[in-house]
T-cell receptor, first 113, second 114 residues
Framework: QKEVEQDPGPLSVPEGAIVSLNCTYSNSAFQYFMWYRQYSRKGPELLMYTYSSGNKEDGRFTAQVDKSSKYISLFIRDSQPSDSATYLCAMSLNSGGYQKVTFGTGTKLQVIP | DADVTQTPRNRITKTGKRIMLECSQT?????MYWYRQDPGLGLRLIYYSFDVKDINKGEISDGYSVSRQAQAKFSLSLESAIPNQTALYFCATSETFTDPDTQYFGPGTRLTVL
């Protein structure tokens, strides 16, 4: 069983829709929960992160962590064609003095105009 | 100009050849990483370096070696390339002692081993 599971998609939605992207994990020691966005032919870039449980909002994006269920989500409101990308969840824990990061496999999102 | 650059961007080679992928950064970060990305497997860590004298193996280091020539340069070598090393390779950097460990990725190198 992988430490981090993520549905690869692809997920195709119309412009303006609310998008929900999710990951599950098995290691309860994870402390930081991150979402990276990767455009085609580019490297991933950090979109937002949450420490421990709870919600965090940044513009149209909301990250949600439920540690009791080992489940994290990224919601995108009023989705735009420019949101079309692969979204990778990532989680980190303290390991020998540094934050060991584990990435999900990524969910490919397409927003149709 | 990009903060993290990788060369080459694309490379096709044959089984048994030695290949070097190069990474340079202008972010001034001490930590550098090499990952490979495969469909269905995501990003997997090959090697990481916390400074010029500190190099560590990641989860899939077999068949690879690295060299940290300077704070800004980190190279990945495939001594004798094999077809299952065909993948997208990313270099990344991060600052020391930040929470979380935000990693900044280069644009990637697409490597094909025939």
């Amino acid at each position: 069983q992988k430490e981090v599971e993520q549905d690869p998609g692809p997920l195709s939605v119309p412009e303006g829709a609310i998008v929900s992207l999710n990951c599950t994990y098995s290691n309860s020691a994870f402390q930081y929960f991150m979402w990276y966005r990767q455009y085609s032919r580019k490297g991933p870039e950090l979109l937002m992160y949450t420490y421990s449980s709870g919600n965090k909002e940044d513009g149209r994006f909301t990250a949600q962590v439920d540690k009791s269920s080992k489940y994290i989500s990224l919601f995108i409101r009023d989705s735009q064609p420019s949101d079309s990308a692969t979204y990778l969840c990532a989680m980190s824990l303290n390991s020998g003095g540094y934050q060991k990061v584990t990435f999900g496999t990524g969910t490919k999102l397409q927003v149709i105009p | 100009d990009a903060d993290v650059t990788q060369t080459p961007r694309n490379r096709i080679t044959k089984t048994g050849k030695r290949i070097m992928l190069e990474c340079s950064q202008t972010k001034g970060h001490d930590r550098m990483y090499w990952y490979r990305q495969d469909p269905g497997l995501g990003l997997r860590l090959i090697y990481y370096s916390f400074d010029v004298k500190d190099i560590n193996k990641g989860e899939i280091s077999d068949g690879y070696s690295v060299s940290r020539q300077a704070q800004a340069k980190f190279s990945l070598s495939l001594e004798s390339a094999i077809p299952n090393q065909t993948a997208l390779y990313f270099c990344a950097t991060s600052e020391t002692f930040t929470d979380p460990d935000t990693q900044y990725f280069g644009p990637g190198t697409r490597l094909t081993v025939l």
